[in-house]
C-alpha cells in the first residue's frame, strides 16, 4: 500500500515545508525557553563548583552569600581552621556591581611595566556588570583554571575576569575608586544571575565592598570630631583611634571551607554551628538555596512560557492540518466512497501532523542551537531535553490532528455523488 | 449466485425524514442492468436519480425493497452485507460528474489505488492500472499528475479507477455533463467498449440530451418512480 500522506506530502512539499519552517520557529522558540532555564541551573551549579569548597560559612540567620547578604568578621576563620575536619578556609566577598572599563584611568598611577596594550583602550568607556570575587591565592574561592593570561601575583590592583566580560588581558578597569589590571581569563565562572565574575585580591575586593568614598570619610571624620565625647581635650589619641577604627573594614560575606578527606561534610558543618554560632551550608543545601530559592521565580516564569508556547504550537498544529484536511473534503470523500477504510484516512492525517512535527522539530532544534549562543544568558541545550522535546512535539501533533481526523471521518462519502 | 445478472432492484424504496415531514424519495423501484450493459437512468432534477444513485452505491441505506448484485442478494429490507466499504471497494465502480481524481497521485497509482485498498500486492495492482490505461488509451500518461492531464484523459483515468477491481457494476453520475459533443459521445463509447470487454453492467445517470439517444434502453424516474423505456440505441461509431 502506498503511503498517501508521504505522497501528499511530496505533491505539495513547498507549502509543508513553510508551514513546518514557521512552526519549527516556534519550537526554536520553545527550546531557547528550556535551555535559558538550563542555563540558569548550570549558571548556579558552576558556581558552586568554582568555589570549590564543601561548606560555605556565613552570617548567622542569613541564607548568604548568595541569596542573602551575609557579614562575619574576617578573623573567624581562623578558628574555623583550628577545627577538626576542615582542610582549609578562606575568607571570600561577592559584590555585584557596575564595573568600568578604562574609566577615570590615569596611566601614571600603574607602575611602568603595566602600561601596556590596555592603556590604549582607555577611550572605550563601558559598563559590565558583574559579580567582583575578593579571594585570597591559593584558597578556596580563587578561579579554577584560566584560558589567557595568568594568574593574580600582586596584592592589590589586578584581576582576573571570566572571558564573558568582554574584557581583555591588559585591559584596565575601574572598581570602585580604584583601576585595575587584567592579568588573566577564565571561562564559565559567573554568578547565578549569570553575570561574569571578576576576581580580585580580597583585601581590595573588602575595601570596594566596605569602605566608604572620599567625601563620605571626611564628613564621618567632621561628625567624629564634632562629639566631645569622642574628642576629648584630656584623652590625647582617642579621635585618632576613633578615626582609624572607622575608616577600616574587617569583614568579608563568608568563609569557604573544605573538608579533610574521609571527614564527612555535615558533621564539619554541625560542629562549626555548634561552636562558632554561625550558620553553614553544605553543598547540597547551597545548591537548594541557589536552584529551588533564588532562580524559583524566574524557573516558574519560564515554565508559564513553555506551558503557553506549547499552547500556541498546538493550536498551530491543529489549525494547519485542520485547514489542510478541509481543503480536501471531496478527496477524502471520494475515497471514503471507494472504499478507504477510516484508519486509512486517519492514518494520513495523522502522518502529515506527524510529518510536520519532524520538520517544526528540525528547524527548531536547529535554530535554537544556532541563535542559542546569541543570547546574552548562557543558553543550555542538552541531548535529553531535546529528546523530550521530540516528544512533546510527537504527542501535540497526535492531539493536534484529532479535531482534523474527527473533521475527516463525519465527511459523507455521499458528498462525492451529486444531488 | 446468478452470473447473468449484473444489478437487479424490486420494490426499492427511500423515505427521507418522519410524520408529516416525511418525503419519499423512491417508491418501489424496479430496475435490471445485465452484464455488459449500459442503461441510461434519466429525469429531471428532485426526480430521486442521486437518490436512488446512493441506494445503489450503498451509501445510504434505501427504507425498503431487494437488491441483488451480480446475482447476491445484498439488500434485503435490511443491509446483508456487514461491511459496505467493502462492497464499495470490491463490487462497485464509481465515475463521477468530475474526474476527482486523488491530486497527489500519479495517473497509474490514481488507479492502482482501488486494488491496492483491497489488499493485492503493489506490482500487481500497477500492473492492472496499467493494463486498464492501455485499453482507454491514456497509458502514456501514467506517470503524469492529474492536474497536467486534460478534462477527457482525466475522464478516462476516472473511468479506469472504476474498473480496477473489476466490478459488476459501475455508476457513472452525470459522465459528460462538462464535455463537448464530441467528448461526451467519446466517453460513452469506451464505456460500452468497457462494459463489453469486461461484462460490467453500468447504469450512466445524466441529462444529457446529447447521449440519450445512444442507450439502448433507459430507465425514466419521476417522482420517485420509474418507468423503462427501449432507447435509440444510435450508434457511437
Redesign the interface.
Known amino acids: 500500500?502506498?503511503s498517501?500522506a508521504g505522497?501528499?506530502i511530496?505533491?505539495?512539499w513547498s507549502k509543508f515545508i513553510l508551514t513546518g519552517l514557521g512552526l519549527g520557529l516556534l519550537i526554536g522558540v520553545t527550546f531557547t525557553m528550556a535551555g535559558v532555564y538550563r542555563g540558569m541551573v548550570d549558571d548556579a551549579k558552576v558556581l558552586l563548583n568554582n568555589s570549590s569548597a564543601d561548606l560555605w560559612v556565613v552570617q548567622k540567620d542569613t541564607q548568604g552569600p548568595y541569596a542573602e547578604s551575609s557579614s562575619i568578621h574576617d578573623d573567624v576563620y581562623r578558628g574555623i581552621l583550628g577545627m577538626p575536619g576542615v582542610a582549609q578556609a578562606a575568607n571570600v566577598t561577592y559584590l555585584t556591581m557596575q564595573v568600568r572599563k578604562g574609566a577615570a584611568f590615569s596611566p601614571n598611577s600603574l607602575p611602568e611595566g603595566e602600561r601596556g596594550a590596555g592603556s590604549l583602550r582607555e577611550s572605550h568607556n563601558s559598563d559590565v556588570r558583574a559579580m567582583v570575587v575578593g579571594f585570597e591565592p591559593g584558597q578556596p574561592g580563587e578561579p579554577g583554571y584560566l584560558v589567557a593570561g595568568r594568574r593574580v601575583t600582586r596584592t592589590h590592583y589586578e584581576a582576573v575576569a571570566d572571558i564573558k566580560s568582554g574584557f581583555a588581558l591588559g585591559d584596565h578597569i575601574r572598581i570602585r575608586r580604584h583601576n585595575y589590571i587584567v592579568v588573566g581569563l577564565s571561562r564559565r565562572m559567573v554568578s547565578s544571575g549569570g553575570d561574569p565574575m571578576v576576581f580580585i585580591p580580597l583585601k581590595d575586593a573588602q575595601e570596594a565592598q566596605f569602605l566608604k568614598d572620599n567625601d563620605a570619610i571626611i564628613n564621618e571624620r567632621a561628625r567624629t570630631a564634632a562629639n566631645p565625647a569622642l574628642n576629648r581635650p584630656g584623652v590625647p589619641g582617642l579621635l585618632n583611634a576613633i578615626e582609624a577604627a572607622q575608616s577600616s573594614n574587617h569583614n568579608v560575606n563568608a568563609v569557604l571551607v573544605r573538608v579533610a578527606e574521609g571527614r564527612s561534610a555535615e558533621a564539619v558543618a554541625q560542629d562549626i554551628r555548634r561552636w562558632k554560632h554561625l550558620q553553614v551550608f553544605t553543598r547540597e543545601q547551597m545548591e537548594e538555596i541557589l536552584v529551588a530559592k533564588l532562580i524559583a521565580t524566574s524557573a516558574k516564569q519560564i515554565g508559564m512560557f513553555l506551558v503557553i508556547l506549547t499552547i500556541v504550537s498546538a493550536a498551530i498544529v491543529a489549525f494547519i492540518i485542520y485547514t489542510m484536511t478541509l481543503g480536501k473534503i471531496?478527496?477524502i470523500a471520494?475515497?471514503?466512497?471507494?472504499?478507504?477504510?477510516n484508519r486509512?484516512i486517519a492514518g494520513m492525517i495523522l502522518q502529515q501532523a506527524l510529518g510536520l512535527g519532524v520538520i517544526g522539530f528540525a528547524v527548531g532544534k536547529i535554530a535554537a542551537t544556532i541563535w542559542g549562543p546569541a543570547f546574552p544568558k548562557y543558553v543550555l541545550l542538552e541531548p535529553g531535553d531535546a529528546v523530550r522535546g521530540f516528544v512533546i512535539v510527537m504527542l501535540v501533533c497526535t492531539l493536534a490532528s484529532t479535531l482534523a481526523i474527527r473533521a475527516a471521518l463525519k465527511i459523507d462519502?455521499?458528498t462525492?455523488?451529486?444531488? | 449466485m446468478d452470473k447473468g445478472i449484473g444489478i437487479h432492484i424490486e420494490g426499492l424504496s427511500k423515505r427521507y425524514g418522519a410524520g408529516n415531514t416525511a418525503v419519499d424519495a423512491l417508491k418501489e423501484v424496479n430496475m435490471s442492468v445485465a452484464p455488459g450493459e449500459v442503461v441510461g437512468l434519466v429525469g429531471p432534477s428532485g426526480a430521486g436519480k442521486s437518490t436512488l444513485l446512493k441506494c445503489l452505491g450503498a451509501v445510504i441505506e434505501p427504507t425498503q425493497g431487494r437488491m441483488t448484485l451480480g446475482g447476491e442478494v445484498i439488500y434485503d429490507n435490511g443491509w446483508k452485507i456487514p461491511d459496505l466499504r467493502m462492497l464499495r471497494r470490491d463490487r462497485i465502480g464509481f465515475i463521477f460528474q468530475a474526474p476527482y481524481l486523488i491530486p497527489f497521485l500519479d495517473v497509474t497509482d490514481n488507479v492502482a489505488l482501488l486494488p491496492m485498498l483491497a489488499g493485492r500486492p503493489n506490482g500487481e495492482a500497477r500492473t492492472r492500472a496499467l493494463e486498464l490505461l492501455r485499453a482507454l488509451d491514456v497509458a502514456h500518461r501514467a506517470k503524469a499528475q492529474p492536474s497536467e492531464l486534460s478534462g477527457g484523459e482525466q475522464q478516462r483515468v476516472s473511468i479506469a479507477r472504476a474498473l480496477a477491481n473489476r466490478p459488476p457494476v459501475i455508476l457513472a453520475d452525470e459522465p459528460t455533463a462538462p464535455l463537448d459533443s464530441a467528448r461526451a459521445l467519446a466517453v460513452m463509447r469506451i464505456l460500452n467498449q468497457m462494459a463489453s470487454q469486461y461484462q460490467t453492467a453500468i447504469i450512466v445517470v445524466t441529462h444529457d440530451e446529447k447521449i440519450i439517444p445512444t442507450f439502448k434502453r433507459i430507465y425514466h424516474i419521476r417522482d420517485g418512480r420509474t418507468f423503462e423505456e427501449v432507447g435509440e440505441g444510435r450508434s457511437l461509431e
Not at chain 1, 416 to 419: C, D, N, S, V
Open positions: 500500500m502506498i498517501l505522497r501528499d511530496l505533491h505539495s471531496r478527496e471520494v475515497l471514503k466512497l471507494i472504499g478507504t477504510r486509512t462519502p455521499a462525492a455523488i451529486g444531488g
